[in-house]
């Protein structure tokens, strides 16, 4: 199996790790090896290592050169979309439209189950909103939150209700696992930049989640898991494709025997940044709401009144939910 990644991310692999490392180059439309060979990818497999910006791209050129990637179109959306394949533990996730929230007997079933002071938690599909809404805001059609909505009947969205995850010295008790081939392949907090080690009960919880996937759900995929109240349980799946590795994940299938940090300061895949055992971290990325045509730019506007457009991004993730959209 390949693992193929765009150009740029070329100098954060680490030599070791070069031999089954493709690259991909947008200008020359091809895939080359780490010596600039170009190479036949043909009946391959390949697992994009990529950003939501190339990932399309990347799936059209392994298509067209024949090769075989680990999750196709459908595969990706699958994975996305994962509560309508797998339930949680310890609380109710689904995917609902944004019409929803025009239906007089779902804005009901909101007000009896979270009550007027209650809240839920909603995030896009696309994942370019996540945050707090108050019932009091979904249930008034006035609201910026309505407002905004009237905008996105047909998008995707994740209910869920809010809850609290358990915290220790280093923040939230959350946990990113990658997963090749329903095999456990690393675990992280999420944590860039500071050493920890994982609880040992972490692993036979997400080892037991593979185990009881539907035979249809992908094997390649991302998972988070969170403490919450005193109890592991899912917090959401990613695509393996675009999720970003914390300090001990690695996006290739590196076997170090180590899942829980138990050697902390191996990292295994290269990092170029200083790390420590204070828990000082670098600024979290900012949530992308300065996506035209995304929710989270239309309720940011009917919130302040302000467009918040931040060109370098705006243009390249407009791109991607227009070509999306169609
Ligand atoms: N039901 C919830 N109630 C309160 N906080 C939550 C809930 N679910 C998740 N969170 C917190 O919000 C953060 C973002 O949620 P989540 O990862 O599900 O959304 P996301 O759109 O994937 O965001 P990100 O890209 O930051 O991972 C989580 O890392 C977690 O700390
Ligand atoms: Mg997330």
Do not use: K, N, Q
């Given at each position: 199996m390949y693992y193929c990644f765009p150009i740029d991310l070329k100098e954060m692999i680490p030599e070791s790790r070069l031999e089954n490392v493709l690259f991909f180059d947008e200008d020359q439309d091809c895939f080359f090896d780490c010596n600039h060979k170009k190479v036949d990818i043909k009946d391959k497999k390949v697992l994009i290592i990529s950003d939501i910006f190339r990932l399309y791209e990347m799936l059209d050129l392994i298509d067209e050169f024949e090769g075989n990637p680990i999750n196709s179109i459908e595969e990706i959306e699958q994975v996305k979309h994962w509560p309508q394949f797998i339930e949680t533990f310890h609380?109710?996730?689904?995917?609902?439209?944004?019409?929803?929230?025009?239906?007089?007997?779902?804005l009901t079933y909101l007000f009896e189950k979270y009550g007027v002071n209650g809240s839920i938690f909603l995030k896009t599909v696309e994942k370019d909103f996540h945050g707090v809404i108050s019932i009091i805001d979904a249930v008034e059609p006035n609201s910026p939150f309505r407002k905004a909505m009237k905008y996105h009947l047909q998008d995707e969205f994740i209910i869920s209700p809010v809850v609290t995850i358990d915290q220790d010295k280093l923040g939230k008790k959350e946990y990113r696992a990658f997963i090749h081939n329903r095999t456990l392949t690393s675990i992280s907090r999420t944590l860039h930049k500071t050493y920890h080690q994982i609880p040992e009960q972490v692993i036979p919880f997400i080892n037991g989640i593979i185990a009881e996937l539907p035979d249809d759900f992908p094997s390649y995929f991302v998972l988070d898991v969170a403490s919450i109240n005193g109890k592991l349980d899912i917090l959401e799946f990613n695509p393996i494709e675009t999720a970003m590795p914390y300090l001990y994940n690695s996006?290739?299938?590196i076997n170090t025997g180590d899942l829980t940090h138990q050697n902390i300061t191996a990292i295994p895949e290269y990092k170029s940044i200083d790390c420590s055992f204070d828990g000082e971290e670098m600024p979290s990325s900012p949530l992308f709401?300065?996506?035209?045509?995304?929710?989270?730019?239309?309720?940011h506007k009917a919130l302040t009144g302000e467009n918040k457009l931040h060109p370098a991004l705006s243009s390249l993730f407009a791109r991607e939910f227009v070509k999306r959209k169609q």
């Open positions: 609380r109710d996730v689904s995917i609902i439209t944004g019409e929803y929230f025009e239906d007089l007997s779902f996006r290739m299938a709401d300065d996506i035209p045509g995304s929710f989270s730019h239309d309720y």
